[in-house]
């Protein structure tokens, strides 16, 4: 009896969910500048090509003169495919089902907007004096599997979504010194949902008529929170031409509060369990989640009247990612804590630019994204990997009041492998799962910016 009933309690840990899943490098989401896009980001925080940049440096908005809006539009097109897989049970039993899908990742249109007021103008304060305002996404990701597949006990929907107002006030201190903070406010909301397998759980916790891996039933979690957190910035600039840009953009931490769903399967083994444990019905649930800060360094240098050369460093504080807990309402649901263990990674662009009117200004720019997930953690919720950046863009001026840019990027990304067991962290009863993911992404943007 003490046995069946320590299966039964590490069964109701089972069916509680869990996320490892990212967009680029974790699930950050850089594509906040089409401008940007066209270099591969390279020297975004040395000022950019326009008031965009206060994404990574809120003290580039002192560059802008004249209170002006910019839109901004990109659309990512991922593809992810699960390969030569196999499944089974914690008591060696296969798990049936196909790979989930030709294409799991779903497509996504990224909106951003800023809005710079440009104080000494309005004022007439003698100094650059700069207040804007950015409305992003910076932390997203999506994905689906057919319900059948043979992950399904590890990953069905996974999304989470983000928006972050970020107001900030910019000014030159010194000729050539600028400085720049501003505040985070973040909203994050997360859906995530799994199949959980009543048969193996029921069939080792005695229940006479479970069936290993033939009686799912399904979990889902959503939640959502505001969390608060700060941007700082400086841009200098020795000699024209040359600048040199370091951003710096807080972690934020999210209380994320929602609803616990259970689904119980049709024979009754669900039901059966619930009954005997109180456990598996719909409850409050709440977890912890901290998206990282990130410190960005960028260069910019003009090699004569029409050529100039960027470069960007971003490094990503990914290891706060440790676990993820969830808690219930429910006393009879226990916590589930799951493993994750993501690493600080480094982001490394370069770019260049040609201007061949003052009209015109072309770019491209390569890039190198290492991807913060541990091959041992690694999960099917988004399968991760390092990734090549190769980029693209033009920017066109039909009036001095006006910018329109386009940006263009196709990233590359390493095979990756996935190799859960059942005796891992929290998969006791979601199984082994072994296969190989193929993945690539393409990205388009637009953006146009009016000066008034």
């Not at 990212?22 to 925080?45: D, M, N, R």
């Not at 001026?397 to 891992?424: C, K, M, N, Q, W």
């Amino acid at each position: 009896m003490q046995s069946r009933r320590r299966t039964l309690a590490v069964a109701l840990a089972a069916g509680i969910l869990y996320t490892k899943a990212a967009h680029p490098a974790g699930f950050a989401l850089k594509e906040q500048s089409a401008s940007g896009l066209g270099s591969a980001f390279a020297g975004q925080t040395a000022g950019g090509e326009d008031i965009s940049a206060m994404f990574t440096n809120p003290a580039a908005l002192t560059r802008y003169p004249g209170s002006r809006v910019s839109l901004l539009a990109t659309y990512i097109m991922p593809q992810i495919q699960f390969q030569a897989g196999s499944a089974s049970t914690v008591t060696g039993a296969p798990i049936g089902g196909g790979t989930g899908g030709s294409d799991v990742a779903d497509d996504v249109m990224l909106p951003a907007a800023y809005a710079l007021w440009d104080l000494d103008e309005a004022f007439g304060l003698g100094h650059k004096l700069r207040f804007g305002v950015g409305v992003n996404v910076p932390f997203g990701l999506e994905t689906n599997y057919n319900d059948g597949w043979i992950g399904r006990y590890h990953a069905l929907h996974s999304k989470l979504e983000t928006l972050n107002i970020n107001p900030a006030l910019a000014v030159e201190v010194a000729p050539g010194l600028s400085l720049g903070a501003g505040a985070q406010l973040q909203y994050a909301d997360a859906t995530l949902s799994n199949a959980i397998d009543f048969g193996t759980i029921g069939a080792l916790g005695g229940v006479p008529f479970a069936v290993p891996t033939r009686q799912d039933g399904r979990a889902r979690i959503t939640g959502d929170d505001w969390g608060y957190g700060f941007t700082l910035g400086a841009l200098y600039e020795p000699w024209d031409g040359s600048r040199i840009g370091v951003g710096y953009r807080s972690a934020v931490k999210h209380r994320l509060s929602g609803r616990g769903s259970f689904r119980l399967d049709d024979a009754g083994v669900g039901a059966t369990l619930s009954a005997a444990t109180g456990a598996f019905t719909n409850t409050d649930a709440e977890a912890d989640l901290t998206t990282p800060e990130t410190v960005n360094i960028g260069l910019t240098q003009d090699l004569g009247e029409r050529w100039s050369l960027s470069a960007e460093a971003q490094w990503t504080r990914w290891s706060r990612f440790d676990d993820l807990t969830i808690t219930f309402a429910n006393p009879a649901q226990p916590s589930s804590v799951t493993e994750h263990d993501w690493e600080d990674v480094w982001f490394f662009a370069l770019g260049l630019t040609w201007r061949p009117s003052e009209a015109w200004a072309l770019r491209a720019g390569y890039a190198y994204d290492q991807s913060p997930i541990p091959n041992r953690t690694a999960t099917p919720r988004i399968p991760d990997g390092d990734r090549h950046w190769l980029a693209i863009g033009a920017s066109y001026r039909p009036a001095p009041a006006v910018l329109l840019a386009a940006g263009y990027t196709h990233i590359f990304l390493r095979e990756g492998h996935i190799d859960l067991s059942a005796g891992g962290p929290g998969d006791t009863f979601r199984g082994d799962l072994r296969g190989r993911t193929r993945s690539s992404i393409d990205m388009v943007a637009l953006q146009a910016e009016w000066q008034f």
